[in-house]
């Protein structure tokens, strides 16, 4: 198993930035791509972005360019910066990652980025 534990949602104002965190622990070596997910209320949860193992990263295309994940595979750890929040970005972000030697994933138990206008 892996556990995955977010932190770094706020409350901040359109423009603003956060910082989102996912450390990872328990079976480590397992982990291939790692990404963050959002859900607003009353939508479905969709990709924001991921990166790989060799640090390739894949970004949805309304936070291209505002948005940046990156991973310390040293620390197990998975961020995700966010600057110039809109209003829209409103969601709770979970962590995931793609277990390598399954066709299953791992979810974290999320955290709410506020952002308001």
């Known amino acids: 198993q892996v556990q995955l534990v977010e932190s770094g949602g706020a409350l901040v104002q359109a423009g603003g930035s956060l910082r989102l965190s996912c450390a990872a622990s328990?079976?480590?070596?397992?982990?291939?791509?790692m990404g963050w997910y959002r859900q607003a209320p009353g939508k479905q949860r969709e990709l924001v972005a991921t990166?790989?193992?060799?640090?390739?990263?894949n970004y949805a295309d309304s936070v291209k360019g505002r948005f940046t994940i990156s991973r310390d595979n040293a620390k197990n750890t998975v961020y995700l910066q966010m600057t110039s929040l809109k209003p829209e970005d409103t969601a709770v972000y979970y962590c995931?990652?793609?277990?390598?030697?399954?066709?299953?994933?791992?979810w974290g138990q999320g955290t709410q980025v506020t952002v308001s206008s």
């Open positions: 995931n990652a793609a277990d390598r030697f399954s066709t299953g994933s791992y």
């Open positions: 328990g079976r480590i070596f397992s982990i291939d791509v």
């Open positions: 990166i790989t193992t060799t640090l390739r990263t």
